[in-house]
């Protein structure tokens, strides 16, 4: 029997549950979230898109599996605190190389457990999202609201900054190289670059400064814009860098945040969720072909868009390509004419099932049949204030500069869908 030291969670409308420390001893503030994987929960916290989220585990017995080197999706665990129900007590896998609740102390992440996490995301639920603290140093409810009622909330947060790479590095291509990708890492998971490196692709990950000079600068065939913490609505820069990477018609593949950040430059909205969606268990329809996938997901926001009839943009025609079931939320955009699309979900699968791998792919296709004339880009319409200059000096090994106008796109974006791979 190990002494337990009591822990506390104040939610910002004064909804309190009490529990024992687990993790790190201390106090947290943040926004307040749930996860209903069964599975996954390392490759979960270790996703910098929980920046400042504190995470709630639907699945009540956490930690059984352990912990690892292995299944990182990023250099720490990034959930700002973290709330369970029962955490195993001993690890049992043959992968497992200590306890998660020994990462947690480790890495100064404070959680608690014993909470009754049904009732707190029935609450959740309800009264959507809210600001919230973990404490094990007081237990003064009023002490810990106060703090809570203190915190920035996440509408307005621009972290990508905070989570990024400071320096770029390149992901080589597995076996032959076909082709280089610009990754603006917005947050960006570990898996992503991997998934596109086996496919031939070499991926440079650049900070979430990096400018559209930094991007042509390596004469990318595709530009990707990774998921990431905080509201795309304060996320300026990476909409500024994706209008002109538009603009120069290279193709672009975005995930999550890199979704919505796509949705603001085509001059769609985004709006906030009333508790997301998070989870490895979401069911989105391929509105391109029918097809149902059951997909990883981890997002508060959403991109505003007509589901139907398509809309107008300074890049010609987007359409919606990919409807959540649950909720009928937008989960992938796509220009119609242009070599430009994106999801809200995670088709890396870290954790999560691997239905739609099928993206990367089509991103690949999409580099074949738009070999992106960036050494000379003539720009279609200017959308804002687009500054599309500055590209003389640039890699003079750009492929197959053949095509000098971007928009002769021969394959629909979205369509006629290579078969998913193996
Ligand atoms: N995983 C992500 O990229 C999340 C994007 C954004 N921060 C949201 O919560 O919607």
């Known amino acids: 029997m190990s002494l337990t030291t009591e822990a506390i969670l104040v939610l910002e409308d004064g909804r309190t549950f009490r529990g024992e420390a687990y993790g790190a001893i201390g106090e947290t503030v943040g926004e307040i979230v749930f996860a209903t994987g069964m599975t996954g929960y390392q490759e979960t916290i270790t996703d910098p898109s929980y920046h400042r989220q504190l995470l709630v585990q639907t699945a009540p017995h956490i930690g059984n599996t352990g912990f690892n080197s292995e299944d990182m999706e990023s250099g720490q665990i990034w959930v700002a605190g973290y709330v369970v129900r029962d955490p195993a007590r001993i690890p049992s896998s043959w992968r497992s190389e200590g306890t998660l609740a020994d990462a947690l102390v480790q890495q100064g992440v404070v959680g ?16 959507g999202a809210m600001r919230a603290g973990i404490s094990s140093i007081t237990t003064h409810r009023d002490v810990l609201l106060e703090r809570v009622l203190a915190a920035p909330p996440m509408a307005g947060a621009d972290l990508s900054a905070e989570v990024s790479t400071r320096e770029s590095y390149v992901v080589p291509a597995q076996g032959e190289k076909r082709f280089t990708v610009a990754a603006i890492d917005l947050g960006i998971k570990g898996m992503t670059p991997r998934r596109m490196a086996e496919r031939g692709i070499e991926v440079h990950v650049l900070p979430s400064s990096a400018t559209f000079e930094d991007v042509t600068a390596i004469a990318p065939d595709g530009v990707f814009m990774s998921n990431g913490p905080g509201d795309p609505a304060a996320a300026d820069h990476a909409v500024d860098v994706l209008r002109q990477v538009l603009s120069a018609g290279i193709p672009y593949f975005g995930i999550c945040f890199g979704n919505q950040i796509f949705g603001r430059a085509l001059g769609l909205g985004t709006y906030k969720l009333t508790y997301g969606h998070r989870g490895i268990n979401q069911p989105v329809q391929d509105l391109t072909t029918g097809r149902v996938e059951i997909t990883s997901q981890n997002h508060g926001f959403a991109v505003d868009a007509p589901v139907e009839g398509g809309f107008e ?18 989960e992938g955009i796509a220009l119609v004419d242009a070599p430009a699309f994106s999801v809200q979900y995670h088709p890396e699968a870290a954790a999560g099932p691997h239905d739609s791998a099928y993206l990367f792919d089509r991103f690949v296709d999409l580099m074949e049949h738009h070999r992106a004339p960036v050494a000379s880009p003539p720009p279609p319409p200017p959308p804002t204030e687009a500054d599309v200059t500055g590209t003389a000096g640039t890699d003079p090994a750009s492929p197959d500069p053949t095509s000098p106008d971007p928009t002769d796109a021969d394959t629909p974006v979205g369509a006629d869908a290579p078969e998913e791979t193996a």
């Open 313 to 330: 943009t300074p890049y010609g025609p987007g359409r919606v390509t990919h409807l959540g079931l649950n909720d009928q939320v937008v």
């Open 112 to 127: 608690i457990s014993g909470v009754d996490t049904r009732a707190l995301t029935r609450h959740l639920r309800e009264r």
